[in-house]
Nanobody, 116 residues
Framework: QVQLVESGGGLAQPGGSLRLSCAAS????????MSWARQAPGKGLEWVSG????????YYADSVKGRFTISRDNAKNTLYLQMNSLKPEDTAVYYC?????????WGQGTQVTVSS
């Protein structure tokens, strides 16, 4: 069955870094565009970053541009999000998302907390 499993979340200090991973299985990962989204406490879902199926292009929300880097390894069926210069407002549950046409899948999320 289709699975997206996020990992790498945790507690980081302001200015610190974390690297999230999303391991995919059960579908042709290399055919799907992938993205990261997040949901902060008491707020709606916010799109963070996206990447084409072949990794040829990437997109970022203004709130993370210049600090976060999305990447993928199609040989390993894995999506990444390198998060640098973390801020308290980056605290949220982070989800990975796979999209191909009308097909879409979501992971269960990983908690990121930025606090001193």
């Amino acid at each position: 069955q289709v699975q997206l499993v996020e990992s790498g979340g945790g507690l980081a200090q302001p200015g610190g870094s974390l690297r999230l991973s999303c391991a995919a299985s059960g579908f042709t990962f290399s055919s799907y565009a992938m993205s990261w989204a997040r949901q902060a406490p008491g707020k709606g879902l916010e799109w963070v970053s996206g990447i084409y199926s072949d990794g040829s292009d990437t997109y970022y929300a203004d709130s993370v541009k210049g600090r976060f880097t999305i990447s993928r390894d199609n040989a390993k069926n894995t999506l990444y999000l390198q998060m640098n210069s973390l801020k308290p407002e980056d605290t949220a549950v982070y989800y990975c998302n796979a999209v191909y046409g009308t097909n879409g899948y979501w992971g269960q999320g990983t908690q990121v907390t930025v606090s001193s």
